[in-house]
């Protein structure tokens, strides 16, 4: 509880001790939903940043780069003696008007990629500024989560140090069934929360995966 509590302000702390008192674990569907609006937020921004670098199709820059490539393959010609640009002025048939036209071509292909490039860097500025808006949102998300978390972690503290063991000794005391019964259920109740509070700590752990490093 040492971490989540250094992230988070002495008002923040508070506000967490006081919510943390008012959890119900009696009560099953707000059990069911305890935390569900920070997790479902960073879940969908988690979404949203995959689809954002699924979207971004290089294809463009690559089927470029790829015919680059192949152009100066072409350079690479071989005859009997040698290979290369040797070998190429070796050969009779391979004019020097001819290896102009091939560095004139070349030379065009690589004007098209530092457009295609410029026009990326375009595209990818806009995309930067608009994950750091998404990202400063995330981090109020991940804020918010982690209060919900120590203040579950509190409440399952205070519940199996003090709420529990008082009705296990009524229990032990009156040797009662319904007594038992009511100790057996605040036991049970008390895993059934851990469980979700376990399960907001997952959503915690992928938000920290995935903030920008």
Do not use: C
């Amino acid at each position: 509880m040492k971490e989540l509590e250094g992230a988070l302000s002495k008002e923040e702390i508070a506000q967490v001790e006081e919510f943390s008192k008012k959890i119900d674990i009696n009560n099953t569907n707000a059990i069911i939903q305890y935390g569900a609006g920070p997790q479902k937020k960073m879940a969908d921004f988690s979404e949203k940043t995959l689809e954002n670098v699924r979207s971004k199709d290089l294809g463009e820059v690559g089927g470029l780069l790829s015919g680059l490539v192949t152009e100066i393959k072409g350079f690479d010609i071989e005859d009997e003696k040698g290979s290369g640009l040797f070998g190429f002025f070796k050969k009779k048939a391979n004019s020097l008007t001819e290896i102009k036209a091939r560095y004139d071509k070349v030379e065009v292909n690589v004007d098209k990629i530092v457009k295609s490039l410029d026009k990326h860097q375009i595209t990818l500025l806009k995309d930067v500024a608009m994950l750091d808006q998404m990202y400063a949102l995330n981090q109020t998300y991940y804020k918010e989560l982690s209060m919900y978390i120590l203040a579950g972690k509190k409440k399952i503290q205070h519940m199996k140090t003090v709420d529990l063991p008082e009705l296990q000794k009524k229990a032990q005391e009156s040797g009662s069934a319904e007594d038992a019964q009511k100790a057996n259920d605040m036991s049970a109740m008390i895993t059934r929360f851990e469980k979700k509070v376990n399960d907001l700590m997952l959503t915690r752990m992928i938000a920290i995966q995935t903030a920008p490093q």
